[in-house]
């Protein structure tokens, strides 16, 4: 039986706070999304179609490696673009953990080169 | 590279590309001992092709996850601090690392997700669809940051995504509802292998003729995959991901003992 006194608290289980909002913030999600989609069909064309030119052609080899790359960097991309919706959202801390998880990336890639 | 090998690394990655997209795991794990035992490729090769691969998958089906606001961005990119350092560590290590340990480590790691796929099927058997999850907090976040660390190192070592151990500390320590956990680990992966694919690319452990058609493959069969997902009932997915992971588990273990892993 629905008494009064229940329906007096509607919102006690319900309310939007910021912990819970995490998943829900519509404008992050969009370009994220953008850009790994974007990323993802891009390095799809040039690899498939630098495995198509390789019949033909040398350079397809090429083509198929610079799609490659185009995969490598996607997350990285990512990143910088995760980085820049949370600042123009002001979510400094945010941006804070963008930038290390950057820095970790461009370290990585520092290293990597050189060993 | 002939092109009957090139057709053979295609169907690889797109039927661990489309079965991983809907089991929800990256299938790294399934794609390092095919290429090490059928096609012939040395051990750091094959991870360094793998990761590849893997970043494909997670590129691939977390577009989708992202639009359907599965994924929690903010939590994934604060795990990303652990795991980026645990995988650029760990694959500068890799060269230094025995390879019969590597391998003795891969082993487990494969029979342990093979574990966890029986316990996903045994839980999705009776288990309704549905498309709401709850709000939740997250919770624990040093207990999630560790797991990340050794998920990442796990990663950078060989050559696996590491969902097995992200998702159910996730879901148990972190309070995260599963899909969530699941979308996010998936998320996660892209930045955690590109860190270690980078070193290992620039050591020249990406061999691009192998890397290419198995990437096409993975490309098309998790887009393919992710989109059936939904309507797809996954049991038999499961099933026949279990025995092929037992499979490659036994053939590792048989190569181990007999002294054919260098």
Known sequence: MATPSNSSTPSASNSATPSTTNRTDVGADRVVALTLKIGAYLAFSLIAAGLVMQIWLPMGKRVASAGLLVLLFTPLVRIVVAGLQFAHERDWKYVVVSAVVLGVMVLAYALGIKV | MSTATILALMAVGFFTGGFGAVAGIGGGVIITPLLMMYFGLPMQQAIGVTLVAV??????????????????????????????????????????????????????????????????????????????????????????????????????????????????????????????????????????????????????????????????GVFAGSLLGARLAPKVRPVYVLGLLIVLLSWLGIQMLARLLSGGIH
């Open chain 2, 55 to 216: 970043i494909a998958t997670s590129t691939a089906t977390s577009s989708l996850f992202v639009e359907r606001h599965v994924t929690d961005i903010r939590l994934g990119m604060t795990l990303e601090i652990a795991t980026t350092v645990g995988a650029m560590i760990a694959a500068l290590l890799a060269p230094h690392v025995d390879r019969r340990t590597l391998a003795v480590l891969f082993t487990v790691f494969l029979l342990y997700t093979a574990f966890s796929l029986v316990k996903k099927a045994w839980d999705t058997r009776k288990q309704k669809k549905h498309d709401e999850v709850a709000d939740y907090t997250v919770h624990n976040y040093p207990i999630g940051l560790g797991a990340s660390l050794i998920a990442g190192g796990m990663s950078g070592l060989l050559g696996i995504g590491g969902g097995p151990i992200k998702v159910p500390v996730m879901l148990l320590f972190m309070k995260v509802p599963l899909r969530v956990a699941a979308a996010t680990s998936n998320f996660m992966i892209g930045v955690t292998a590109a860190t270690s694919a980078l070193i290992y690319w620039g050591r020249g452990d990406v061999n691009i003729s192998v890397a290419t058609p198995l990437v096409a």
